[in-house]
């Protein structure tokens, strides 16, 4: 069975601080995975994807997450938090890899505070 | 440069009416997809949708919930005798055709409904 397990229900940093946001994933193919933002009554944002190219993913924001297999974990950093950065994370995997079609398998989201 | 829209973005409703919900994906995509957010809960997939075709119902309640992707038009979510339970927000997202072989193409998603059962 496909599952995203968010290790943290919340996380809390100070602006200027590096932000770790944990995720891990079981699959039985080669996942595609996911994260995106969502900020206070509002939709959801792509901040980066891996879709089996380079392990290291750059995203929108100076967010970037690295997919390491041998642990079954896709976490997001950023070196240095801003206040805009506070809102609900959500780790994503597509168990299908590739393309998109078919259904998405959400964590439960970690919300993330940042503190001036 | 239009997003996925969805609208009414907050809907009232009383226990036993009628609910429906209504998604235009960006332009050039024909994938649709409808999730439902519990308070508190990620995002829990409902149905994924092809024009006038539904591709996978499987995350989708077998009672009081149908959707559809007509050829002209947006995809419409109804929710029939709706009861406290279903109050949540429901999002749309769209994707366009993937390309054999092609990178993952993310889904983009609209705004939300935000149902409220009195």
């Known amino acids: 069975a496909q599952s995203v397990t968010q290790l943290d229900s919340h996380v809390s940093v100070s602006e200027g601080t590096p932000v770790l946001l944990r995720c891990n994933y079981s699959s039985s193919y080669s996942p595609s995975l996911f994260w995106y933002v969502q900020h206070p009554n509002k939709g959801l944002q792509l901040l980066l994807k891996y879709t089996s190219a380079a392990t290291l993913v750059k995203g929108i924001n100076g967010f970037e997450a690295e997919f390491k297999k041998s642990e079954t974990s896709f976490h997001l950093t950023k070196p240095s938090a801003h206040m805009s950065d506070a809102a609900e994370y959500f780790c994503v995997v597509n168990p299908r890899g590739g393309g998109s079609q078919g259904n998405l398998i959400f964590g439960k989201g970690t919300k993330l505070s940042v503190k001036p | 440069n239009a997003g996925v829209m969805q609208n009414p973005r907050h809907l009232v409703r009383r226990r036993g009416q009628e609910a429906r919900l209504r998604c235009s994906p960006m332009?050039?995509?024909?994938?649709v997809y409808w999730y439902r957010q519990l308070p508190e809960e990620g995002l829990k997939f409902m149905v994924y949708?092809?024009?006038?075709?539904?591709?996978?119902e499987s995350g989708m309640p077998k009672e009081r919930f149908s959707a559809e992707f007509p050829k002209e038009g947006p995809s419409i979510l109804r929710i029939q005798q709706v009861v406290r339970g279903d109050s949540a927000a429901y999002f749309c997202?769209?994707?366009?055709?993937?390309?054999?072989?092609?990178?993952?193409?993310?889904?983009?998603f609209g705004d939300g409904t935000r149902l409220s059962i009195l």
């Open positions: 997202a769209s994707s366009p055709v993937s390309l054999a072989g092609g990178e993952g193409q993310p889904q983009h």
């Open positions: 949708l092809q024009k006038e075709n539904i591709i996978d």
């Open positions: 332009k050039g995509h024909s994938h």
